[in-house]
Structure formats: structure tokens, C-alpha cells
């Protein structure tokens, strides 16, 4: 599975990204996706997970009624959209695949990475 992550970019404090992560390799309904971040001198944490169909997501606390995750498997593609920025949002946010079937934010789930997109929210 290949993951290609775009979108990220420098934004002020309050405004609104959103994040795209086209997948090839695999059938993509059959994959849970997942975003995770990590900023400088943290480690990675998970962000928001969706299931292959849609129906079902998972959001981390830290993000929950700002950021929604969701995918389209015509296009193969999950997206994080981003609201409400805050500075403490700055990271390189990556996707994830896994193949278990499970919507969680645990990184051991996870079999494939994309590279990577950075975000930068200024104050």
C-alpha cells in the first residue's frame, strides 16, 4: 500500500485546513485509515480513525468538535478536515492504513505510513 499525504501549508491561529491522503496497493474499502501528528520533541499521537466503510470514526480528545475525519472510497481517499487551529495544533500529521479492521488510535494497528505533511498554525 502506498499512502501520498497533501494539504498541509502555514495557517493563523482560527483558520481551517484540510488534510487528503490518496491510497494505492490495496482494495481501500477494505482498510480502517487512520491521521496521527507528531510535533518537535513529542511522540506521535493519534488524531482520528475511520473505518473502511465510513460508518464508524474515532477522535482524539484533543481534537474532538474541531477536527472530522472522513472518506471517500471512490477516489480512494481519506481526509482530515481541520478547524478552529490553535498553535498547539502545529505537527507533521501523517495517515495510516491498517488491515485489522479496527478503528483505533493505537499505532502498533497500523501496517502502512505515508511520509508526511506538515502543518504549521501560527498565533
Known amino acids: 500500500v502506498q499512502l501520498q499525504a497533501s494539504g498541509g501549508g502555514l495557517v493563523q491561529a482560527g483558520g481551517s485546513l484540510r488534510l487528503s491522503c490518496a491510497a494505492s496497493?490495496?482494495?481501500?474499502?477494505?482498510?480502517?485509515m487512520g491521521w496521527f501528528r507528531q510535533a518537535p520533541g513529542k511522540e506521535r499521537e493519534s488524531v482520528a480513525a475511520?473505518?473502511?466503510?465510513?460508518?464508524?470514526?474515532n477522535t482524539g480528545d484533543s481534537v474532538k468538535g474541531r477536527f472530522t475525519i472522513s472518506r471517500d472510497n471512490a477516489k480512494n481517499t481519506v481526509y482530515l478536515q481541520m478547524n478552529s487551529l490553535k498553535p498547539e495544533d502545529t505537527a507533521v500529521y501523517y495517515c495510516?492504513?491498517?488491515?485489522?479492521?479496527?478503528?483505533?488510535?493505537?499505532?502498533?494497528?497500523?501496517?502502512?505510513w505515508g511520509q508526511g505533511t506538515l502543518v504549521t498554525v501560527s498565533s
Open positions: 475511520i473505518s473502511g466503510s465510513g460508518s464508524s470514526t
Open positions: 495510516a492504513a491498517s488491515t485489522t479492521g479496527l478503528v483505533v488510535g493505537v499505532r502498533g494497528a497500523y501496517n502502512y
Open positions: 496497493g490495496l482494495t481501500f474499502s477494505l482498510l480502517s
